[in-house]
C-alpha cells in the first residue's frame, strides 16, 4: 500500500511539473487528496451513477494553488449506457434541486405518474 502512495505521489508531481502532458485517474480515487492544479481541462469518459463523486473529480482541479480556467468536457457515446446513466444523473439532479434548492416544491406536491417515474 505504502508503494502505491509513493507512486502515486510521483506520478502527481510529474504531472504537477509539466513533465507529462496527461494526467488518466479514476473516478475510483476519490478520497486519496490528488490536487492537479496543473490541469487545464478534465475529460470524463466513464460518468459515474453517483454525480457528486463525478463532480469530486472535477474539482481535483480546482484547488488552492489553481490559476488556469479549466474546461470539463464529458464524452458520451449516443444510445450507450453511458448515455443512460448521465440521463439518470440529470434526473437525480433535477429533483435535488427541487427539493433542497427551491423549497418551494416537495413530495406531497409530485403527481402519482411524477412519482412513479422516480422508481421505474
Sequence with gaps: MQLQRKKRKEYVDRFQNNEVDVFLI???????G???TQAEAVI???PWWNLSAQNQAT????????HKNVQVHKLIMKDSI????QKLQNKKKELADMFVEN???NI???SKDELM???F
Design 26 to 32: 479514476s473516478l475510483k480515487a476519490e478520497g486519496t
Design 34 to 36: 490528488l490536487n492537479l
Design 44 to 46: 470524463h469518459f466513464d
Design 59 to 66: 474539482y481535483r482541479d480546482y484547488r488552492i494553488g489553481q
Design 82 to 85: 453511458e448515455e443512460k446513466i
Design 103 to 105: 423549497n418551494e416544491r
Design 108 to 110: 406531497k406536491s409530485l
Design 117 to 119: 417515474e422516480l422508481f
